[in-house]
């Protein structure tokens, strides 16, 4: 069974600071997505990992894909406050009928 | 662009009462989705379906039914509503079909807040 766990859950940081959210998963795939979701809204796709060492940049995030250690991150560079938000990272395992399996999302807190 | 319209945005049922939740995608994707979203947990997946006139359980399908009513359309219906099914659910439709996973995120829709007294 496909467990995907995203630590930490709740993160409180202050403007300017860099961090790290990571994404675990327990089999094998090769398909791993970041989402992003306001307070009360949708989810909103920020990246999609295809590939071992794939890498993606937009704006201060940058998310990275290790296949063999079955490890995502999304790394946050001189965070502000417009990125707090809960971030989710869904896993499309091979064995899944490409469905997607979610983490429980980090809550991300930036304070002025 | 409209992308994937839910209706209605908010509901108050009482238990045992049934109805039935609206989704529409306008990308001519294959593959639709139902999620539900409570509070401090990630998405799990209710139904999907992966091309028209198909359906499959998720991960929680008790209490619910769903249709593929077209390729647009993929609605969730909850029979005898219960307070445990208070929740968000989502929506959501991808590229992907049966033989040939996509390469494009799935899309979501805004969302339909479910209250259940």
């Known amino acids: 069974e496909l467990k995907v766990e995203q630590n930490p859950l709740f993160l409180s940081m202050q403007e300017g600071k860099n961090y790290t959210i990571y994404c675990n998963y327990s089999?094998?795939?090769?398909?791993l997505y970041w989402y992003r979701q306001d307070p009360g809204k949708s989810l909103e796709s920020l990246f999609v990992?295809?590939?071992n060492g794939a890498v993606k940049q937009e704006g201060r995030l940058m998310a990275s894909l290790d296949t063999k250690a079955r490890l995502s991150t999304l790394h946050i560079t001189a965070a502000v406050h417009d990125l707090s938000a809960t971030y989710f990272c869904?896993?499309?395992?091979?064995?899944?009928?490409?469905?997607?399996?979610w983490g429980a999302g980090t809550k991300l807190i930036i304070k002025p | 662009n409209a992308g994937v319209t839910q209706t209605p945005k908010f509901q108050v049922l009482k238990t045992g009462q049934s109805m039935t939740l609206q989704c529409a995608q306008d990308?001519?994707?294959?593959?639709m989705y139902w999620y539900r979203q409570d509070p401090g947990m990630g998405l799990r997946l209710i139904y999907y379906?992966?091309?028209?006139?198909?359906?499959d359980k998720g991960e929680v399908p008790n209490g619910y039914n769903v249709s593929r009513l077209n390729k647009r359309e993929f609605s969730l219906r909850l029979e005898s509503a219960a307070p445990s099914q208070t929740s968000v659910y989502f929506c959501?439709?991808?590229?992907?079909?049966?033989?040939?996973?996509?390469?494009?995120?799935?899309?979501f829709g805004d969302g339909t807040r479910l209250s259940i007294l």
């Open positions: 869904a896993v499309d395992g091979w064995d899944s009928n490409y469905q997607l399996i």
């Open positions: 990992l295809l590939s």
């Open positions: 089999t094998t795939s090769d398909r």
């Open positions: 959501a439709s991808s590229a992907a079909t049966w033989t040939r996973r996509s390469n494009q995120p799935q899309h």
């Open positions: 990308m001519n994707h294959n593959s």
């Open positions: 379906s992966a091309s028209e006139g198909t359906t």
